[in-house]
């Protein structure tokens, strides 16, 4: 149980254009998801928690209008980087939380390695 | 504020040795949640272990076992008999609330490196 898939497991793209990542929690409904990023040999900065329906909250320092994030339903998120550089290229993480007592532990998916060029 | 800290960084032991990873907290909350992830090479974060703060019970799982000390805030994590697929980087993280929305704060992470 507590599965969660992220698409596509890694990117290249030219800079300049958007790339989106799919994260779904395959066996429950996820009410929370968070979009992390990781940098080589570094620990995870979290850029922003979605709620299924609502607007995304975003940590500070981290750019909603480049990071943009939709959470449609209890099972998908999506992040989308816009206009990438490659100062984005990193390794891109999601988790999915269920909003049950005890059963709130964030469940990470693989993680997607984006590089722009 | 919240805080973890993994003081060791990296851990090199030849397989079967036991390998003590150490975390340290500091939190303001009585009430509060550790974990430890496990993030080997491939990438994705495994979760292992999560502790309430008002449960002080060591917790055994095969090779695995964790010790949760209030006293000196600490969720230090034992592997015994190591094996070269517990090469990986472990990371011990805080959370001040529970639901869905709460959020982690992560340690560093300490890379462990089994060597056959």
């Known amino acids: 149980g507590a599965v969660v898939s992220q698409h596509p497991s890694r990117v290249i793209c030219k800079s300049g254009t958007s790339v989106k990542i799919e994260c779904r929690s395959l066996?429950?409904?996820?009410?929370?998801m968070f979009w992390y990023r990781q940098f080589p040999k570094q620990s995870l900065m979290l850029m922003a928690t979605?709620?299924?329906?609502?607007?995304?909250?975003?940590e500070q320092g981290v750019e909603k209008d480049k990071f943009l994030i939709n959470h449609a339903s209890l099972t998908l998120s999506t992040l989308t980087v816009t206009s990438a550089h490659p100062e984005d290229s990193s390794f891109y993480i999601c988790?999915?939380?269920?909003?049950?007592?005890?059963?709130?532990?964030?469940?990470f998916g693989p993680g997607t390695r984006l590089t722009v060029l | 504020a919240q805080k973890v800290t993994q003081a060791q960084t990296e851990i090199s032991v030849v397989e079967k040795e036991d390998v003590t990873l150490d975390c340290v907290y500091e939190?303001?909350?009585?009430?509060?949640?550790l974990f430890w992830y496990k993030q080997p090479p491939s990438g994705e974060l495994v979760f292992l272990i999560r502790r309430n703060s008002f449960d002080e019970q060591n917790e055994i799982s095969g090779r695995y076992s964790w010790n949760f000390q209030k006293s000196t805030s600490s969720f230090n994590f034992t592997i015994t008999a190591s094996q070269v697929v517990d090469s990986a980087v472990y990371f011990c993280?805080?959370?001040?609330?529970?639901?869905?929305?709460?959020?982690?704060?992560f340690g560093k992470g300490i890379t462990l490196s089994v060597r056959p």
């Open positions: 066996d429950f409904q996820a009410t929370t």
């Open positions: 988790s999915a939380s269920q909003d049950i007592p005890f059963l709130d532990t964030q469940y």
């Open positions: 939190t303001r909350d009585t009430t509060y949640y």
């Open positions: 993280a805080l959370s001040e609330s529970s639901g869905a929305n709460s959020k982690l704060t």
């Open positions: 979605s709620n299924e329906g609502s607007k995304a909250t975003y």
